[in-house]
């Protein structure tokens, strides 16, 4: 619908390019013409998962460093407003 022809999908380790090429040839299976390109996580990043990203925050610790930025505010508050529904 939108003319889509690649997907650009970044990769941290050997472990996510095993569950990406799945996810590609499936899609490759759907639309013969599209490509899916694999880009390398900076070293620097690639011990990073959303889990733990999720895990610092809902104990209150700082994201900054784990997330783009402007975006670390957004995490805390929404990690403070879960704490006050549960309180």
Same mark, same amino acid.
């Given at each position: 619908?939108?003319? $889509?022809?690649? $997907? &650009?999908?970044? *990769?941290?380790?050997?472990?996510? =390019?095993?569950? @990406? $090429?799945?996810?590609? +040839?499936? *899609?490759?299976? &759907?639309?013969?013409? *599209?490509?899916?390109? =694999? &880009?390398?996580?900076?070293?620097?990043?690639? =011990? &990073?998962?959303?889990?733990?990203?999720?895990?610092?925050?809902?104990?209150?610790?700082?994201?900054?460093? =784990?997330?783009? @930025?402007?975006?670390?505010?957004?995490?805390?508050?929404?990690? @403070?407003?879960? #704490? +006050?529904? #549960?309180?």
């Amino acid at each position: 619908k939108r003319g $889509i022809r690649s $997907i &650009l999908r970044g *990769l941290r380790d050997a472990s996510d =390019f095993e569950a @990406e $090429i799945k996810v590609a +040839q499936g *899609l490759r299976v &759907l639309d013969p013409g *599209l490509e899916t390109v =694999f &880009l390398g996580s900076d070293p620097r990043c690639c =011990f &990073l998962s959303s889990s733990m990203v999720r895990e610092v925050a809902s104990g209150g610790g700082d994201v900054t460093d =784990f997330v783009p @930025e402007g975006l670390a505010p957004l995490v805390a508050a929404k990690y @403070e407003e879960k #704490k +006050q529904d #549960k309180a």
